[in-house]
């Protein structure tokens, strides 16, 4: 399949049918709900499609899913896809309320919710929502309809008028409430190129370590490998001795991450990750939170030169750096993916010379510029005429490349010194014994703010004052004294969400209150 064959099918959701007809029994999901093979899952998609049809939604109408890593989510969004319609995956830890305004915010006309999950369940729907089917096992809900069922009274047969569907997730709350990330169309030129080393439709296989309801899960464990013919293998949650297991069990080849996985991975003793045959492994992706260098360094060392990495969000793509190049500049998230994509510009979008730190902006795409569904202001705020910006800081370097620096929101000025948290929480990571690490700014009547590093310790470990004054002497062996912490606090647990990004902001706020 060309490039521009596989985007056009893509567009409407129909790679599937594709690769349906070429390896109809090799598997296309592998979940510990079940399985489906391509041209299970394309029949399956097909009778979705026709049973949201029959109960009234036409192409433009929104559908909102609430379900775990299991095939029922994959249907749905294939099927979502080539019925027309606009789908909004809502993470199923958030409590009852928070999905609730989802579905509402998002104008869902039918829900698609996994039964036992609270989030789905505990509140009753808007109005507006009048069709909800539930999937998965546990107590009937009034007004539900079984899933199964829905889709044994319609045609696995292929759709004979597919029309293009689009998705609309929304961000991930750390700034704010969740706000949706709307296109007018779907943006199929990602899926237009075979950037990530897959063998089309040859037999390798994907491990999605990460909550599909994320966009980038959603697009690169699942939207992708689909369209190339690859199958998907399913993780529940991400452990990591189970990580390690199915890529051995699988052969897996390719698959997605995040640094806080990369982290545990490398916290594993060294007998265990060496009791794993790996060898099948040839593309490792990660993005969507920081990466230390010396992270990546050591998994590098361990897994060999097969780690990728992009600079991306929701809201659009801006760069990718392979392994080799990495390498040569530790520390890059690479450079631009066109001419122009990135830019590093002053607060007014104004252009900074190379090597001055700024705020990042991409350029939006000509087709699919997004905007924040029902809420013009923030949208506005974050373009500057075609480049939009994520409140992510940073650099080019004499080379082109781009280095991320911290997001503008966690930066903390103290006695008019800009500093940046990400710093300091690659050092204090390096320590034997820190599980997870977030450096924020408080209040402080001489300096401004001043720097408080919250330390999760590694199991077994106590967190001490002994240990405190340990970490802070760390650090300042590693960086400059004006960005070393002047205090340390312990947690059993920092609100980290599944996706790896960390709510700093309620941990500002946690702080901040309690010194009042």
Same mark, same amino acid.
């Given at each position: 399949?060309?490039?521009?064959?596989?985007?056009?099918?893509?567009?409407?959701?129909?790679?599937?049918?594709?690769?349906?007809?070429?390896?109809?029994?090799?598997?296309?999901?592998?979940?510990?709900?079940?399985?489906?093979?391509?041209?299970?899952?394309?029949?399956?998609?097909?009778?979705?499609?026709?049973?949201?049809?029959?109960?009234?939604?036409?192409?433009?109408?929104?559908?909102?899913?609430?379900?775990?890593?299991?095939?029922?989510?994959?249907?749905?969004?294939?099927?979502?896809?080539?019925?027309?319609?606009?789908?909004?995956?809502?993470?199923?830890?958030?409590?009852?309320?928070?999905?609730?305004?989802?579905?509402?915010?998002?104008?869902?006309?039918?829900?698609?919710?996994?039964?036992?999950?609270?989030?789905?369940?505990?509140?009753?729907?808007?109005?507006?929502?009048?069709?909800?089917?539930?999937?998965?096992?546990?107590?009937?809900?009034?007004?539900?309809?079984?899933?199964?069922?829905?889709?044994?009274?319609?045609?696995?047969?292929?759709?004979?008028?597919?029309?293009?569907?689009?998705?609309?997730?929304?961000?991930?709350?750390?700034?704010?409430?969740?706000?949706?990330?709307?296109?007018?169309?779907?943006?199929?030129?990602?899926?237009?190129?075979?950037?990530?080393?897959?063998?089309?439709?040859?037999?390798?296989?994907?491990?999605?370590?990460?909550?599909?309801?994320?966009?980038?899960?959603?697009?690169?464990?699942?939207?992708?490998?689909?369209?190339?013919?690859?199958?998907?293998?399913?993780?529940?949650?991400?452990?990591?001795?189970?990580?390690?297991?199915?890529?051995?069990?699988?052969?897996?080849?390719?698959?997605?991450?995040?640094?806080?996985?990369?982290?545990?991975?490398?916290?594993?003793?060294?007998?265990?990750?060496?009791?794993?045959?790996?060898?099948?492994?040839?593309?490792?992706?990660?993005?969507?939170?920081?990466?230390?260098?010396?992270?990546?360094?050591?998994?590098?060392?361990?897994?060999?030169?097969?780690?990728?990495?992009?600079?991306?969000?929701?809201?659009?793509?801006?760069?990718?750096?392979?392994?080799?190049?990495?390498?040569?500049?530790?520390?890059?998230? @690479?450079?631009?993916? /066109?001419? =122009?994509? +990135?830019?590093?510009? !002053? %607060?007014? $979008?104004?252009?900074?010379?190379?090597?001055?730190?700024?705020?990042?902006?991409?350029?939006?795409?000509?087709?699919?510029?997004?905007?924040?569904?029902?809420?013009?202001?923030?949208?506005?705020?974050?373009?500057? @005429?075609?480049?939009? /910006?994520? =409140?992510? +800081?940073?650099?080019? !370097? %004499?080379? $082109?490349?781009?280095?991320?620096?911290?997001?503008?929101?966690?930066?903390?000025?103290?006695?008019?010194?800009?500093?940046?948290?990400?710093?300091?929480?690659?050092?204090?990571?390096?320590?034997?014994?820190?599980?997870?690490?977030?450096?924020?700014?408080?209040?402080?009547?001489?300096?401004?703010?001043?720097?408080?590093?919250?330390?999760?310790?590694?199991?077994?470990?106590?967190?001490?004052?002994?240990?405190?004054?340990?970490?802070?002497?760390?650090?300042?062996?590693?960086?400059?004294?004006?960005?070393?912490?002047?205090?340390?606090?312990?947690?059993?647990?920092?609100?980290?969400?599944?996706?790896?990004?960390?709510?700093?902001?309620?941990?500002?706020?946690?702080?901040?209150?309690?010194?009042?």
């Amino acid at each position: 399949m060309t490039a521009e064959e596989r985007a056009a099918l893509s567009a409407r959701g129909m790679a599937l049918t594709y690769w349906s007809r070429r390896i109809p029994d090799r598997q296309a999901v592998v979940s510990a709900f079940g399985s489906r093979t391509f041209a299970e899952l394309d029949a399956r998609a097909n009778q979705l499609a026709r049973a949201l049809r029959r109960r009234g939604l036409a192409p433009g109408d929104a559908v909102a899913l609430i379900c775990g890593n299991a095939p029922a989510f994959v249907e749905t969004v294939v099927a979502t896809q080539r019925a027309g319609l606009r789908l909004t995956p809502v993470n199923w830890h958030l409590t009852a309320g928070e999905a609730a305004y989802i579905v509402a915010d998002c104008e869902a006309r039918a829900l698609v919710a996994e039964r036992g999950v609270d989030a789905a369940f505990e509140q009753p729907p808007p109005p507006s929502c009048g069709v909800v089917l539930a999937t998965g096992t546990g107590p009937d809900r009034p007004g539900t309809e079984d899933y199964e069922e829905a889709l044994e009274r319609e045609s696995p047969d292929d759709l004979e008028d597919a029309v293009a569907g689009t998705t609309m997730l929304y961000t991930s709350g750390t700034t704010g409430r969740p706000k949706g990330v709307h296109r007018d169309a779907s943006v199929p030129s990602i899926l237009a190129e075979n950037r990530y080393g897959y063998r089309e439709g040859e037999g390798d296989v994907h491990l999605c370590t990460g909550p599909l309801y994320h966009a980038a899960p959603l697009a690169f464990s699942l939207a992708i490998p689909l369209a190339l013919g690859v199958g998907v293998v399913l993780m529940e949650r991400f452990e990591p001795v189970e990580a390690l297991a199915l890529v051995e069990r699988h052969r897996v080849t390719h698959s997605h991450m995040v640094p806080t996985m990369f982290h545990r991975l490398l916290s594993l003793p060294d007998e265990v990750r060496a009791r794993y045959d790996l060898s099948s492994l040839r593309h490792v992706l990660h993005g969507a939170a920081p990466c230390p260098v010396t992270m990546k360094q050591r998994l590098i060392e361990w897994l060999g030169p097969i780690v990728w990495e992009y600079y991306a969000a929701t809201e659009g793509v801006g760069s990718f750096v392979d392994p080799a190049t990495w390498l040569a500049h530790p520390g890059t998230v @690479g450079r631009p993916m /066109t001419e =122009g994509q +990135v830019i590093v510009a !002053d %607060d007014e $979008g104004r252009p900074l010379p190379v090597g001055e730190t700024g705020l990042v902006f991409l350029r939006a795409p000509a087709l699919g510029r997004f905007d924040y569904f029902k809420d013009p202001e923030k949208t506005a705020a974050s373009y500057r @005429g075609d480049y939009f /910006t994520l =409140g992510d +800081v940073g650099h080019f !370097d %004499d080379d $082109g490349f781009l280095y991320l620096t911290d997001r503008s929101s966690n930066v903390v000025i103290s006695g008019g010194v800009n500093i940046y948290p990400a710093e300091v929480d690659a050092v204090l990571l390096e320590h034997p014994a820190v599980a997870d690490a977030a450096t924020i700014g408080v209040p402080d009547e001489e300096w401004g703010e001043r720097l408080l590093a919250v330390v999760q310790p590694r199991a077994g470990v106590e967190g001490t004052p002994h240990l405190a004054a340990e970490l802070i002497e760390h650090c300042r062996r590693h960086l400059a004294r004006f960005k070393c912490p002047r205090e340390v606090d312990f947690t059993d647990q920092l609100p980290r969400q599944d996706n790896g990004k960390l709510y700093k902001r309620l941990l500002r706020e946690r702080y901040r209150e309690a010194a009042r």
